[in-house]
């Protein structure tokens, strides 16, 4: 089979978008370029607001991802489970859509004998360990989250551990929304390890609004460009994922 790279967008938030674009549809143009979208929403007190619960889902639901409601005191682990979780539903697609083309009848995992289907498994497992994984962390630092960003930054700096333990290579890239100066601000670039979050975070200032639409857009529009300079170093403007998720 050949190798590529997954695409992921994590959003991490408290609440309801409340400027820009509708978040969902955006969600909905990330899975069209390819770019798995999940969602953690973080709650205080067995507290998150219905409407938001609502959009975290509809967000995970249209960008092809998974959706947590979580505790604070939660969120590392649940970092950590949601990324690896996505990233194992789109290697389930991709081996779905070859066994298709094996197979015709539209066929997926699910139809094939017990020691086949473990077979197959086996095989979604290890490049689960192998593959190239791209995730674009998208932070919500509206007013609510003040005091839950060290706790983001600690399950940011665990999910970079955690993932830096695959053969496979980790780039992850964080941006704020809203930012200082504008709705969503990049924190930080390409890079394989999230270490440098540490002194950044103590100097982040939270606001009232959550653009989270303009943020996902924002997102697309960061993939997009290391996607172009990719094909020009490479002179190949696809990779398998890409194409096939």
Not at 6 to 30: F, K, V
Not at 199 to 217: D, E, N, V, Y
Request: aromatic content about 4%.
């Amino acid at each position: 089979m050949k190798t590529g790279t997954i695409r992921q967008i994590l959003l991490i938030t408290d609440g309801c978008s409340n400027q820009g674009e509708d978040p969902i549809a955006m969600a909905a143009l990330a899975k069209e370029q390819g770019i798995t979208v999940n969602v953690i929403g973080v709650m205080e007190q067995d507290v998150i607001d219905e409407q938001g619960m609502t959009e975290i889902e509809g967000i995970a639901m249209s960008g092809g991802g998974v959706s947590q409601i979580v505790y604070a005191q939660q969120l590392s682990q649940t970092v950590q489970m949601v990324t690896r979780k996505a990233m194992t539903q789109t290697l389930q697609g991709v081996v779905n859509k070859e066994l298709q083309q094996i197979l015709g009848g539209g066929r997926t995992v699910e139809d094939l004998p017990p020691e086949q289907r473990g077979e197959v498994m086996e095989v979604v497992d290890e490049l689960g360990e192998t593959v190239e994984l791209d995730v674009l962390i998208l932070v919500d630092t509206s007013a609510s989250m003040k005091h839950k960003l060290p706790t983001v930054k600690e399950a940011l700096l665990d999910l970079s551990l955690s993932l830096n333990a695959r053969s496979g290579d980790n780039r992850f890239s964080v941006f704020v929304f809203p930012g200082k100066r504008k709705d969503v601000e990049k924190l930080l670039d390409w890079t394989p390890r999230l270490e440098s979050l540490t002194s950044i975070f103590a100097k982040l200032t939270t606001g009232g609004i959550t653009p989270t639409g303009p943020a996902i857009r924002e997102a697309l529009s960061h993939f997009n460009k290391k996607r172009s300079l990719r094909s020009l170093l490479s002179g190949d403007d696809e990779s398998f994922f890409e194409e096939s998720v």
